[in-house]
């Protein structure tokens, strides 16, 4: 589950530049084949870390972290009032992918525009903004978590809502502890939510702080363990969005062409002796250095304590102080490689 207080392996690398950091991210599961660095008895030699300004993701090919798509969680008795509502953020759904996330983050967190400015240029492009009218101005209240990814994704909603004929607001609130209860009281009608983040927050709430993880890598089984504990506590969900904001590994560019490696299974095969830098957590966590070790048979040489996705770690890596570090999939540094 995510870093973030509370929080499929990326399709494609993203390039990483100099920009703000974003919120945390998630833990996984580990399973899956031995790799080939575990099988042919021959250990990859050692890569020294390569400075670059630019970073480069590398794929989860085995499914380490925990899938965390963006998804309408919706106060079940608002939606059976209002039938045209959960259709309506499916179409917002079909629009985001992980990229166009980091371009709505990057225009708030780095272009300093306001959520709402970007949220309805979004809906105007996408065309989200001529609906049918199905509404019938039913007041619908969009809670929004107090980071600004959240926030834009609450505005967005909130817009596209409104050209269908609803009476659309938002709310910013604070963390899931303080808005989760309220959307259940229907208090909130709609929050943008986290699809492996939430799931495990009602697995806790709902079958104890020691019940077995049931989100993973597949977004399909994640979403059916979500829907019966939400329907628990009286909540369905929309269409769950191709964005993910999620953990992920990142090396250099110059370290990735060097070496011919877009996967972490690549870098597995490729590379010995790693210097991995990430939260202090992480040499505990089965999201991190252990399920790099276990699932990939990454050779971790040395772990280096920085922080959780943020400034430190993308320096560090920047300046060829470590191989490999924790990043966000979201971040508004993000752009996609071609």
Not at 91 to 107: F, G, H, P
Request: glycine residues 10%; contains cysteine; proline residues 5%.
């Amino acid at each position: 589950m995510r870093i973030r207080p509370a929080p499929v392996g990326a399709a494609a690398a993203l390039l990483l530049l100099l920009a703000a950091c974003g919120e945390a991210g998630s833990s996984g599961t580990l399973g899956g084949e031995p790799t080939a660095s575990e099988t042919d008895g021959a250990a990859p030699a050692a890569c020294e870390p390569i400075a670059d300004e630019a970073l480069v993701v590398l794929e989860d090919d085995l499914g380490l972290q925990t899938v965390d798509n963006v998804v309408p969680a919706v106060n079940a008795a608002a939606a059976e009032a209002s039938p045209d509502l959960l259709p309506v953020l499916d179409a917002v759904s079909a629009t985001l992918d992980t990229q166009t996330l980091i371009e709505l983050n990057r225009a708030v967190d780095v272009e300093r525009r306001t959520s709402s400015e970007v949220a309805a240029e979004f809906v105007a492009a996408q065309g989200l903004d001529d609906q049918s009218d199905v509404g019938g101005g039913a007041a619908v209240l969009v809670g929004a978590a107090n980071f600004s990814e959240s926030a834009t994704l609450a505005e967005i909603y909130a817009a596209a809502l409104d050209a269908a004929g609803f009476d659309a607001s938002t709310q910013t609130i604070g963390n899931r502890e303080t808005y989760q209860p309220a959307l259940e009281l229907g208090d909130l009608t709609v929050v943008p939510e986290y699809a492996g983040t939430l799931t495990e927050f009602l697995n806790k709430k709902i079958n104890g702080a020691d019940a077995p993880a049931v989100a993973s890598s597949d977004l399909e089984a994640t979403m059916t363990a979500l829907t019966e504990l939400g329907a628990q506590v009286g909540l369905v969900f929309g269409e769950p969005a191709a964005a993910q904001d999620q953990n992920a590994f990142a090396v250099t560019v110059a370290f990735a062409e060097e070496h011919g490696v877009r996967t972490l299974s690549e870098l597995a095969e490729a590379c010995g002796g790693i210097v991995l830098g990430g939260p202090p957590e992480c040499p505990d966590r089965p999201f991190c250095q252990p399920g790099l070790e276990e699932l990939y048979g990454l050779d971790v040489a040395e772990f280096t304590s920085l922080d959780a996705g943020g400034p430190l770690t993308k320096a560090a890596l920047q300046q060829g102080e470590i191989t490999l570090g924790l990043v966000f999939s979201s971040d508004a540094a993000l752009a996609a490689t071609d």
